[in-house]
């Protein structure tokens, strides 16, 4: 299940969840050079989370093959500055393009209840629980994370906590034909992180995907939902997509 759009009107201007996505296209763009190799692999070297390194576990000058471009070198400091730094790397088109399209869809409703200060603190913290919280699975690799996807787990767990009714139309495949259908958030994002959930217990690490620090940063934005919001523009933004929740009842599926 994709999301496309979700009908929850927002009362105020998205700034801060535009600046984040203006962001990191930026960074894909000038430090990433696009994907091109080996600024790609450079950056995600050098920028990506390695939870070894970070924890000295690593032998200094230890090499890991990355591609035929370049090898690794590990050198075995601890990188704090990487925690940040790797929010705003991904490893390719699609990796980035469908980062930032969860962020559109869920991030501004997310911002509205919260206002554009606190929604990038909170955004920074998710992320933080979620380099944690995949370092915690495996605390001896050596393999980068990058990605914006753990701080985006954090605004889709807050999404749950504001508006856990509201529409969310989801592009399905039943075999090879392509739908829409319209079905609460609650169902949607639940049905995310238990995915998530499934995958990082079946993972072992060959698979390439932070399921961790999706859960991770999930969780923490689920818990930390209360603490930022702005409980009168939260009342006020409920106030107004009580109409849009019928959507949920009133549209039928449709081919795509």
Request: aromatic letters at 12%; glycine letters at 12%; hydrophobic letters at 55%.
């Amino acid at each position: 299940m994709f999301p496309l759009r979700d009908e929850n009107p927002t009362l105020h201007h998205s700034i801060a969840t535009f600046a984040l996505v203006a962001a990191n296209a930026v960074v894909w763009i000038f430090v990433q050079k696009m994907g091109t190799t080996p600024a790609l692999i450079q950056s995600v070297w050098k920028f990506g989370v390695i939870p070894g390194e970070l924890l000295g576990r690593v032998p200094e000058g230890l090499e890991v093959p990355a591609g035929e471009e370049m090898v690794a070198i590990l050198d075995g400091r601890a990188n704090w500055w990487t925690v940040l730094t790797s929010m705003f790397m991904h490893g390719g088109w699609f990796h980035l393009i469908g980062n930032m399209w969860f962020l559109s869809v869920f991030g501004d409703n997310v911002e509205d209840a919260m206002g554009s200060i606190r929604f990038v603190f909170f955004y920074v913290l998710s992320g933080i629980a979620a380099v944690a919280a995949q370092i915690l699975s495996d605390p001896s690799s050596v393999l980068p994370m990058v990605g914006a996807s753990g701080a985006i787990g954090g605004v889709m767990g807050a999404y749950l906590v504001f508006y856990p009714r509201a529409p969310v139309h989801l592009l399905v495949l039943f075999g090879f034909i392509p739908a829409r259908i319209v079905v609460p958030a609650f169902f949607m994002l639940g049905y995310w992180f238990l995915l998530q959930l499934i995958a990082g217990s079946l993972d072992r690490g060959a698979g390439g995907v932070a399921f961790w620090a999706h859960v991770g940063g999930f969780a923490a934005g689920f818990l930390l939902a209360r603490v930022f919001c702005h409980p009168g523009r939260l009342s006020a933004c409920r106030g107004r997509r009580g109409r849009a929740e019928g959507l949920v009842r009133r549209l039928p599926s449709r081919r795509i």
